[in-house]
């Protein structure tokens, strides 16, 4: 199957706080979308790993995801190396996505910059010929995808493009809250994170807005880019 958009994340939940009203809005034009999860989550305060697993096959349901696929890395000890690096490789190749979503270039968590460079490196490798990956013993054809979005986590990142998501910010929020043991829900006995307070909950909505109120618009997601994106005419920027 190949995929329009392959989004990858540190953790079970980076692509739905981060980029998941962009993937909503592309799902509803007819692109179709693969997630790949890095790790489990396994080393989380709250919840457990058969937990977060739940929760993330929950959430690619009602993004509308093609697949949601775990390559079971070590949470915490994410590691760009040949090894992880090949394994990322094999799954571009398969899925031949002409765009990647992947973690924020730096982040309060150490995977998410870790993981960044992981994925961007792997999305250059992936276009060299002589690299050799198989896929059920067949050599897998090389791909490398025409753009690499980095999307901004917990630190302030200042965008280089910003895209419009109004009337999806219902169906991103839906897609976070499906993480019930990681976000703020009442009445329960689980330990406070940095994240399951109701200010961060309440700020994945106002940071919206906020990017948003920048360029014009109701809601907006924000990201970095590795190369500079191309129009065609000065009006294309309106």
Known sequence: MKLDILAFGAHPDDVELSCSGVLAKEISRGKKVGIIDLT???MGTRGSKEIRTKEAKNAAEML???IRINLNFRDAFVTNDEAHKHKIIEVIRKYQPEIVFC???EDRHIDHGRASELVSNACFLSGLRKLITKENSSIQEAWR???VLHY????EIKPEIVIDISGFMEKKLKVVKAYKSQFYTQNTNEPETPISSSNFLESVTYRSQNLGRLIGTEHAEGFTLEKYPAVDSVFDLI
């Open 145 to 147: 995808p025409k753009q």
């Open 152 to 155: 901004i986590q917990w630190k």
């Open 103 to 105: 973690n924020a270039i």
């Open 40 to 42: 489990q989550g396994e």
């Open 64 to 66: 509308g995801a093609e």
